[in-house]
């Protein structure tokens, strides 16, 4: 149970960070657009008072921290179901922060993690549904 919350936890946090980085290249790119600004006036200008650089950096953090105990954990229950998917869920996320390089680089990146949080969340939505009609067949039997 502990397991299947650090996993959840790990992808919403993932999920916040993902959206503040996507949030934070369509500001960017407002300001070149509409503004004719340059990239690097735009970057600065976009983080002038350093809101999205703390927040982001926040979510470093909180998502390094989580997705590593989350990944101990599941080496630890390397037994249960869909081993590997919760492997790559926790990797992705650990290493979401720190492969920023060239936007396809990133973008890829974040899309890989979504698609594994998504398959996860589809995962033990299906485990769940199994359990209730199982339980339903038992209790049909008493």
């Not at 500001?27 to 509409?34: D, E, K, N, R, T």
Request: proline fraction near 1%; aromatic fraction near 18%; hydrophobic fraction near 55%.
């Amino acid at each position: 149970m502990l397991n299947r919350g650090l996993n959840v936890s790990t992808g919403l946090v993932g999920i916040v960070y993902v959206l503040s980085e996507i949030l934070y290249q369509i500001v960017v790119w407002c300001l070149m657009s509409f503004n004719k600004m340059s990239y690097l006036t735009a970057f600065k200008f976009a983080d002038h008072r350093g809101f999205f650089f703390t927040f982001i950096l926040g979510l470093t953090c909180v998502l390094s921290v989580i997705s590593l105990i989350a990944l101990i954990s599941n080496l630890i229950l390397f037994t249960r179901a869909d081993f590997f998917l919760r492997i790559l869920l926790t990797l992705s996320a650990f290493f979401l922060p720190y492969l920023h390089g060239q936007l396809t680089s990133s973008i890829l990146s974040e899309f890989l993690f979504v698609t594994f949080f998504l398959l996860y969340l589809n995962k033990i939505k299906g485990r769940k549904q199994d359990f209730k009609q199982a339980e339903f067949k038992n209790y049909k039997q008493l």
